[in-house]
């Protein structure tokens, strides 16, 4: 486990913060990683141990990594493996906590202040900073907002609502999903990326938007994709309309836009086939063919996929090729596999057979 120095509020407030953040070339922790660790790097040389330790926790603390969407394990190392991990908030004793926490409170970067924050609520749960966070982590938001970039914008939001609803503050909750909702009806189904899928999957999950508009949004949305043959996209947004279309209790919508996703897949096959890549093409329509069969009313559709998959696979035949390799020994193998199963039982030669080969400690061999 990695082991963190303990830091007090006196180096980490008399760090040049915004001096450094000047520097980064981006606006994410990430950026701010490089930065720090560069001038923990230089305090080191010039024999100030105290400074550059208090600029190697900080390069820490951006650098660990955040699992928006888990509320359980929200931050994990940025490198693990058998012989111990990088650092998590948890390794933080009492008084670094503390400074970490007097200096979240007294920086102005959003970015750097909402990590900051959310480190205390992992490592000490204390629901001030955790507020602190959420607002915070909207703000960030909003100036990495980018419809080209989504990621950053969406893991913020998700990150933002999730710490809302875990410290169960309602009215927090409700500006986030605000956010998300507004920026859902700007976007209005034209961004390239998955920026409306995802907020459309928070807004489902949270019960937030009115289903009538949303739907139509995702059904615009689908269609530019389904236009530019962006199938996985175009399926991705088809079954949040699946889902709008539930929460309305419109079932006859619901099924159109199943039916959509079923025939997304038959036309990815039609353009495999005419291609000529026959296997790729059958694994389409098996897909197509499990879609339709769950469908009511659609089992003669289903049987016309199941043809067309039949056909292709055989016509898939001829893209298979021989793979050969040098012959391989293994009578040494099979003449202690009938030592081990010699005299037994066919129960007990099944449970000795098993046990042949040992099976592979993938905690060794990572």
């Known amino acids: 486990m990695s082991s963190s120095p303990s830091i007090d509020a006196e180096a980490l407030l008399s760090l040049p913060i915004d001096e450094a953040l000047s520097e980064s070339g981006g606006q994410e922790c990430w950026d701010y990683s490089k930065v720090f660790s560069a001038r923990a790097r230089e305090a080191e040389e010039a024999g100030e141990t105290g400074t550059a330790a208090a ?4 390069g820490a603390l951006v650098e660990v990594h955040l699992q928006s969407n888990d509320l359980s394990k929200p931050f ?5 493996g058998p012989n111990g991990r990088t650092f998590i908030p948890t390794d933080l004793d009492d008084a670094t906590a503390a400074a970490v926490y007097a200096l979240a409170k007294q920086v102005s970067d959003p970015e750097l202040r909402a990590r900051l924050m959310d480190i205390i ?6 629901h001030l900073a955790a507020r602190e966070a959420v607002q915070s982590y909207l703000q960030s ?9 989504c990621s950053p914008y969406v893991e913020r939001c998700e990150r933002a609502l999730r710490l809302a609803t875990q410290i169960r503050d309602s009215d927090l909750q409700q500006m986030v999903l605000g956010e998300i909702e507004d920026r859902v009806l700007e976007l209005d189904g034209t961004d390239r990326l998955y920026m409306t899928n995802r907020l459309m999957e928070l807004l489902i999950e949270f019960d937030r938007g009115d289903s009538e508009k949303m739907s139509a949004i995702t059904e615009k ?3 530019l994709a389904e236009g530019e043959k962006e199938f996985d996209k175009a399926r991705s947004h088809l079954e ?3 889902r709008w279309s539930r929460k309305a209790e419109n079932a006859e919508a619901e099924r159109r836009a199943s039916i959509r996703i079923a025939a997304s897949y ?8 005419d291609d000529g890549e026959f296997l790729l093409a059958a694994h389409w329509l098996e897909r197509a063919h ?28 001829g893209e298979m090729k021989e793979i050969s390799t040098e012959p391989i020994d293994i009578s040494k193998a099979v003449m202690h596999a009938r030592e081990r199963v010699s005299g037994l039982t066919f129960s007990k030669a099944l449970l000795a057979l098993s046990a042949v080969v040992s099976p592979t400690d993938f905690g060794r061999v990572t």
């Open 141 to 149: 938001a909003a100036r990495l907002m980018d419809p080209e970039q």
């Open 240 to 242: 949040n309309l699946v």
């Open 221 to 223: 949305a689908a269609s």
């Open 266 to 273: 038959e036309r990815q096959a039609e353009i495999c086939s």
């Open 76 to 80: 994990i190392p940025l490198l693990s």
């Open 55 to 58: 600029w190697r926790l900080l």
């Open 290 to 317: 499990h879609c339709y069969r769950n469908i009511a009313e659609m089992r003669e559709k289903a049987t016309e996929i199941y043809r067309r998959l039949r056909d292709v696979q055989r016509r898939g035949t």
């Open 121 to 126: 609520w992992d490592a000490r749960r204390d």
